[in-house]
Structures are given as C-alpha cells and as structure tokens.
C-alpha cells in the first residue's frame, strides 16, 4: 500500500539537523511529507510519496521551526527607566533604592490579572513567531508568591491556546527573594519547597522548574533543595548557573539530570564535563551579556571538546535582555561568543528542543516528528545568522499548517 500523505512541501532544500547527518543535515532537491501534522517523510524530492496538496517551494531552504528555550515572556511593566537611569551613570543599588531592579517587576507582575499579563506578553510572542519560533519556552518567576506564580503560569499557557505556537512552561520561584521574606532566605525556599512546588506540579501547570543558583540568587544548597522537591513531584529540572561568578551550579544541575543549565559564563572544566556525562544541553543567552555588557564570554571550547550540546536562546526579560529575536540571538552567538553557523541553527532547533525534554517531538526534520517548519527566503543557511534587523522569513509551518 502506498505511504499516504495529505502535504507535501518539494522542490526545497532543507537542513534537516539530523544528527546522523554531516552538518546542517543539508539534502538537496528535497521534500517533507506530512500526515495529520506529523512528518511521515523526507528525502529528495524525485521519491516524495503522493500526496493530497503539494506546495512547491521553488528552491527555498527549509529549516525545522525555530524553538526560543530560554524566555521571561509573561511579567508586568518594563524597566526602560531603569535602563535610562543605567546610562545617566546610576548604580544599582541606586536603581534598586528608587523602586527599580526585580522587585519593580515583581510588584507590576502582581498587580496585573491573568488577562493583562497574556495581553502584554502577545507582541513579544508575536516578535517571535514572526520569526520562525514553533516552541518557545516561558517561565514564571515574577510574582515570587503562590497565587501571582500560578497566575504566570496560567497566562504562559494560555499563550499557546491564543497562539498557534508550543508553549513549554516552567517553574521559577527560586528566582529572587520578595520583600517579605527579604530576611529569611531559607524561609523562603521552604515556602517554594513545600508549598509552590507541589501546588504546581497538582494542577500541571509546570513542565519543569528553575532556579537562580548565584551570589545574588540562591546558594548551592538551597538550590539543591529546590532540585530534590522538583523531583519528589515529577518536574524535570533546569538552572541558571555561573552567570556573574562560579558556584559550580552546572555540576549540582547535573547530578540531578538537568535538561540544561544556562548562562555559564564562569563556568569551569569539571562542570562542563558533569554536565557531558548527565546529556545536558548548555543553553547559551547573548542578549544578556550583551545588555549588561560583559566581559566573560562562556567556555565555548571547553563545552565543544567535552561534547555539551550547545542551545542559543533570546532570554528575553525586561531586566537583563529585552530582546525578542531569535535570528538576533544566533548573531549575537556567533559574533560575541564565536559560535559557527552550524552551532548557530542547531541551538535554535535540535539543541533547543532537547533542553526543553521535546527532542522525541520537535527540533530537526524527521519521520515522526511534529511538522514544524520555518521556509526562507536565502541562498544559503548562513544569512539567518549573518543578517542584523532583517527577517527572511517565506512561510511557517506548525503541525503541518501555515500559520
């Protein structure tokens, strides 16, 4: 019996990013076939099975649909003034005396309902779509409360019921310390502990949790009793790790499997290898360093040799990265931290996918995977990291339909 197939997108040239494939992945003269949003085919184009709508493409290129892994998309308010008061020379601790820094996002987060936080958060989604995204990842983490931290997680959710776009969500009440509890830390970690964590996981509302493992977030332990709550209640973990300094945060996400650790910029040799034998993916922010204008770029070579699979993600905040652009984010990537095309679009998809537990789902062009695609309008792969201000985009596909 023939292979039945309802679309078939032919005549492209996709990067598939298989990892059984040299590169990009890269067949020539290709097609996509898909059946009820799933991909049942791929190959060159002259074997494409019949199919009940073909759309030529006329030689684009195909990439898998870019996945954002690593987003704050739902939060109150915005911090432009603090960014003005940044380049008027102000300080910030100067910045956090006149109501600014987290604790200003935090109070507009919780002042917002559900129905402004999802308003406000949609011409961020949208930057993104625009763009290519299929996934995107959205934490909660603003409200540092029970009810604002479910009220942000409802509201990601709700995104992708507005939107035709995967939304993964996760958990980040570690994130900072409220105000109320400015003087007990531990305190608060027994809160996010034993009272959010498993509220969260009952009315799934977290595909995974966070936390901020830093001299100015949590230390070491308390992180660690975050992870093992985390996994008492089924929840995956992840970490913002040796961002501003080393606390060999990557190491501890390990131990516990973690889907990635993210920023890294201090991170060291035996934290880069623990996270290679855990199979966790080191999610790379340039829009952050760029922001806060670091210096200390994260060990690229140390991450390569020790074969970490590197993601690239916009982080966008409105404290330490308003940015919304993915095609942006691999520039940034490649300039600022040297990273090749090749690790440029595998950090949008394959390595993307896989730091959000979706590798089996979403991230390269394959049999069985969800039919998630981004077609551009390029001669070769290289200008979605070459270009600055300038979408390509022709088409998106999510689950098999052009939206």
């Known amino acids: 019996m023939a292979m039945r197939c309802d679309s078939l997108w032919t005549n492209a ?36 099975p ?45 910045i956090a005396r006149a109501g600014g820094g987290i604790v200003s996002t935090m109070r507009a987060t919780r002042a917002a309902s559900e129905a402004e ?13 625009a763009e290519g995204a299929t996934t995107v990842e959205v934490k909660s983490g603003y409200g540092l409360d029970l009810d604002s931290e479910l009220r942000m997680l409802r509201a990601a959710r709700a995104l992708g019921k507005v939107r ?14 409220p105000p109320e509890y400015a003087d007990d830390p531990d305190g608060y970690v027994d809160y996010v502990c034993g009272i959010m964590i498993p509220r969260v996981a009952e ?18 332990e308390q992180t660690e009793r975050v992870f093992a709550a985390a996994a008492r209640h089924g929840l995956p ?19 516990y499997g973690a889907l990635s650790a993210d920023h890294l910029e201090f991170l060291d040799a035996d934290g880069a290898a623990a996270m290679a034998r855990a199979g966790s993916v080191a999610t790379l922010l340039p829009g952050a360093f760029y922001f806060l204008r670091d210096t200390r770029v994260p060990p690229i070579d140390a991450l390569r040799e020790a074969g970490v699979p590197m993601a690239v993600a916009t982080d966008c905040n409105p404290g330490t ?16 931290f040297r990273l090749t095309v090749d690790e440029c679009l595998a950090g949008v998809t394959r390595n993307a996918a896989a730091a959000l537990g979706l590798a089996e789902e979403t991230g390269t062009i394959a049999p069985g995977k969800s039919c998630d695609l981004a077609i551009w309008d390029i001669e070769r792969p290289a200008e979605l990291v070459y270009r600055m201000g300038f979408n390509p985009l022709h088409a998106r596909i999510w689950k098999g339909q052009a939206a």
């Open 237 to 255: 973990v992840k970490l913002h790790a040796e961002q501003l300094s080393n606390q060999h945060g990557a190491a501890l996400a390990a131990k």
């Open 117 to 129: 936080l999802v308003t406000d958060a949609l011409p961020r989604l949208d930057a993104l779509i």
């Open 164 to 177: 035709p776009v995967r939304v993964a969500t996760t958990f980040l009440g570690a994130h900072a310390l």
């Open 203 to 220: 009315l799934g509302l977290a595909d995974a949790a966070d936390a901020f493992c830093e001299d100015i977030g949590f230390t070491r």
């Open 321 to 336: 990265s308003p940015l919304s652009s993915l095609l942006l984010a691999m520039n940034m990537a490649a300039t600022l």
């Open 50 to 94: 019949q199919a009940e709508r073909s759309i030529d493409c006329e030689g684009r290129w195909i990439t898998p649909g870019l996945i954002d892994c690593h987003t704050h998309l739902i939060h109150g308010g915005d911090r432009a003034q603090e960014f003005e008061m940044r380049l008027a020379g102000a300080s910030y601790a100067e």
């Open 13 to 48: 040239r996709l990067a598939t990013l298989a990892p059984d494939r040299e590169g990009l992945g890269v067949i020539e003269g290709g097609a996509v076939a898909a059946t009820d949003g799933r991909i049942v085919w791929v190959g060159p184009a002259e074997e494409a």
